[in-house]
């Protein structure tokens, strides 16, 4: 290094001094002989204080200044907040790599008393200048109202006080550095916070062709954060954002493997488009680039032409009796306007960057008028593509949907119908009655049994001489009247009648009775209705959906999100209420240099044994991250601890040698003992807190390596209401989800009840669950979910 003095630029703040004497710290410690000083620049951003950062739109405001000076020479390099930087900098200068960035979520400082994000009353005065975290968090909160503020971090923090807000959102990274991190109320997920691209980076900035600088300041560059940030700012720099668009991105980089999520939207806030990519950390400014043009593609498709609105029919509850049509219309929407009646299980459909919207009645609100719902559609086909509005049933059984097209009609609007399974047919269905049968009766009828102004306007003379099959909607506060005034006409009161109640659901309440005696019906829980005729009484005879070996029983799933789809489908397919609590999340560790020469050095081992899926998973990832695939495997014997590993390792076109008839280690070491030898070496690809027994045991007769690959954590849980009441069982697949369902439980305070059982995969997961001091465990004999599934049908059938 010379000698001369290295001077640094940066802007006065106290947060970018603070910036850059760590910045100057940790250069001196690589190079304790260099001296390095720093000089304060003023910038045009640090002049203008009073005015919202995006009614001044220049994109250079806080770096133009610095920039003359490193270009003239005044100083030798600057430090700048990355999110600071525009995309494109003066000619001539360069930006050194990145070192460590900060967290880089946002945060909610709150006023006292407000403990959280969720607790913000409504109408809550948030202050921010930024329109990217503005209408992020009105997706979430739309009753929240901004107040636009600047200045620094301490500045913008006693605007709570005397501005009288409710708090503000600022970056983690700034209030860590200033060391104010204790004044932090809540971190933001990423999810719904995409922050700004680069947030939490430090730029460094020098001339081109300053090579003693670059060496220097490449010593402390992270080359992780280095290719995310360069993923981000390529977005930035090709969506041409600044100051007064929404814009957000965030990358990471695991295994080589890159993803990034960005959120982009118009001046107003009225589209907010989020679009995630994957790529590889060899090129991240083309993983921005694309993110981009899928972004700029959206946008462009809205201006240029009115979106189709398709009226779809969700069906009526049971999520699977939606039309293929339909499904692949909301697979495809931008936007989709619901209401109660759908499957909220139907919305997982939708892409997740479309914007959802829902128009019916929530606990204490009322449902949004139909003329605005309509008026609603016709601004939605204006700014998205592709409009799904979903209804329940079909869309024009008593549905209004007749209405909402004619809306679009008359703003020549495309649009297309896409039919339900209308509740009274699928309702009669599930229940056990054909609404028509040969013999009995020759038609069927559907009215409504909503009365205007009280006023019933069925012809009950009419009606009573029909012999079909009669239903009535919406009458849970009419069916007493309605079966009166049938019998008055004539009708016997000897008739079969029945309310079906949440037909189709796992909640699905079937009363049957006679006309005469309707009285009988009582406590019905909303959405029913009311069928009246003979073909009720072959109910007896053709129910099925209620006999479902696990019908209405409440089960309660704890594995990984990503994983717990499997288990689910099979409940719901025998009739069970499944509600899903994640109690595991699979996070892969950082593999260190020795652990990366395992997959360089392959040739070394000849055997490689598979205990979990996610090992699977991630073992092949990271061996194609090394430019190999499944052949490198070729001349192993590979084992898999049972039958979803063995599947896991197939969709890599590997069929595992052995697996044991115990799917465990214990049964591994059974199988195993006699096929090893001394010169046998074993790659064990595991999860961090793997139980060590296979090692110990088989370190005694050949050589074994652990790799570990990943590890299990607790995710962030976010629940409502009471998620234990009323369950009948709970599934753990391992020990971990017990260990975390149980630091739950203590942390709420909250009691299991005595009627809930506790089904285990196996030996290790109901000990650990004893270990707690939990009882009424059920242990599923064959360590599998399919051995779970045939464990809760033999429980249902004796105890239940
Ligand atoms: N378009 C819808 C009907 C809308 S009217 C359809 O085609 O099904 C709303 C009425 O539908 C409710 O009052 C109730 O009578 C009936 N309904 C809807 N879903 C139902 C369900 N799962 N079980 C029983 N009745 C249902």
Request: aromatic letters at 6%; one cysteine or more.
């Amino acid at each position: 290094m010379n000698h001369k003095t290295i001077k640094v630029g940066t802007r006065g703040s106290n947060l970018a001094v603070t910036q850059t004497s760590w910045v100057i710290e940790t250069l001196k410690n690589r190079f304790p002989d260099t001296e390095i000083e720093m000089k304060i620049i003023v910038t045009k951003g640090d002049e203008i204080q009073d005015i919202p950062l995006d009614k001044i739109g220049d994109k250079g405001l806080f770096t133009a200044a610095i920039e003359a000076q490193l270009l003239n020479g005044d100083i030798d390099f600057a430090v700048h907040s990355m999110k600071d930087l525009p995309s494109e900098f003066q000619k001539g200068l360069k930006l050194s790599k990145i070192p460590k960035r900060e967290d880089p979520r946002d945060v909610l400082v709150l006023k006292d008393g407000i403990l959280s994000f969720d607790a913000l009353p409504h109408g809550a005065k948030i202050g921010t200048g930024s329109k990217r975290r503005l209408f992020q968090l009105l997706e979430h909160r739309p009753d929240i109202v901004p107040v636009p503020i600047r200045g620094n971090v301490e500045t913008r923090i006693k605007k709570i006080v005397t501005e009288g807000l409710d708090g503000v959102i600022l970056a983690a990274a700034g209030i860590h550095r200033l060391g104010l991190g204790h004044l932090i109320t809540e971190y933001l997920p990423i999810e719904m916070m995409l922050p700004s691209p680069a947030q939490g980076a430090l730029g460094l900035q020098f001339k081109e062709g300053n090579e003693a600088i670059e060496l220097m300041l490449s010593a402390i560059a992270n080359d992780q954060d280095d290719v995310c940030v360069r993923a981000e700012r390529s977005f930035l720099k090709h969506t041409n954002g600044g100051c007064h668009v929404p814009i957000g991105a965030y990358a990471t980089e695991h295994g080589g493997q890159l993803e990034l999520s960005a959120v982009f939207g118009d001046e107003e806030g009225k589209v907010l488009y989020r679009v995630k990519q994957k790529g590889t950390k060899e090129f991240p400014e083309a993983l921005g680039k694309s993110v981009a043009k899928e972004m700029m593609n959206h946008m462009n498709d809205d201006r240029e032409e009115k979106g189709l609105v398709s009226l779809v029919g969700a069906g009526p509850g049971d999520p699977k009796l939606i039309t293929v049509k339909g499904m692949e219309r909301l697979k495809a929407c931008d936007v989709v306007v619901y209401d109660r009646l759908s499957s909220p299980l139907l919305l997982d459909l939708v892409p997740q960057h479309a914007k959802r919207i829902y128009v019916g009645k929530a606990a204490a609100n009322h449902a949004m008028p139909q003329e605005e719902i309509n008026q609603l559609l016709v601004d939605l086909a204006l700014k998205y593509k592709n409009v799904v509005r979903l209804k329940g049933g079909d869309p024009y059984v008593f549905g209004r949907g007749g209405e909402e097209v004619l809306k679009l009609k008359e703003h020549q609007i495309p649009f297309e119908v896409v039919p339900g399974i209308t509740s009274p047919i699928a309702g009669l269905s599930y229940a056990g009655i054909p609404i028509t049968h040969r013999g009995i009766v020759t038609s069927f009828h559907v009215f409504t049994g909503q009365f205007k102004d009280g006023e019933s306007h069925i012809d009950y003379d009419a009606v009573s001489r029909l012999d079909g099959t009669l239903v009535f909607l919406m009458s849970i506060a009419n069916f007493k009247n309605i079966s009166k005034a049938l019998i008055d006409a004539g009708k016997s009161p000897l008739t079969p009648a029945a309310i079906v109640s949440s037909g189709t659901t796992q909640r699905q309440k079937v009363m049957t009775s006679t006309l005469g005696q309707v009285h009988e019906f009582e406590d019905i829980p909303s959405p029913a209705f009311f069928a009246v005729g003979e073909v009720i009484g072959l109910r007896e005879e053709l129910s099925w959906f209620e006999k479902l070996p696990l019908f209405s029983k409440q089960i309660l799933v704890t594995r990984a999100t990503k994983q717990s789809s499997t288990l689910t489908e099979k409940l719901v397919a025998l009739g069970a209420e499944v509600a899903a609590l994640p109690m595991i999340e699979i996070k892969r560790v950082q593999l260190d240099d020795t652990q990366l020469q395992v997959f360089s050095n392959l040739a070394s081992y000849s055997h490689i044994w598979f205990t979990s899926e996610n090992a699977v998973q991630i073992f092949f990832e990271t061996l194609q991250s090394h430019g190999k695939d499944s052949r490198a495997l070729s001349d192993k014997k590979i084992l898999a601890i049972g039958p979803a590993t063995a599947k896991a390792l197939m969709a890599y076109g590997i069929k595992a040698d052995h697996i044991p008839s115990q799917y465990t280690q214990e049964g591994i070491i059974a199988l195993m003992s006699t096929e090893v030898s001394n010169k046998s070496h074993i790659l064990l690809p595991v999860a961090k807190d793997a139980r060590e027994e296979l090692e110990h045991y088989f370190e005694k007769s050949c050589q074994v390596t652990r790799v570990n690959l990943y590890h299990t954590v607790m995710p962030e849980v976010h629940v409502k209401g009471k998620p234990l009441e009323g369950l009948d069982f709970i599934t753990f697949t391992s020990a971990s989800t017990v260990n975390h369902f149980h630091e739950m439980l203590v942390k709420n305070g909250w009691h299991l009840a005595k009627n809930t059982k506790l089904l285990s995969i196996g030996p290790i997961t109901t000990e650990t669950l004893v270990k707690h001091g939990y009882d009424n465990i059920i242990t599923a004999q064959s360590h599998t979910i399919d051995g779970m599934i045939t464990c809760l049908q033999g429980v249902k059938d004796e105890a239940l």
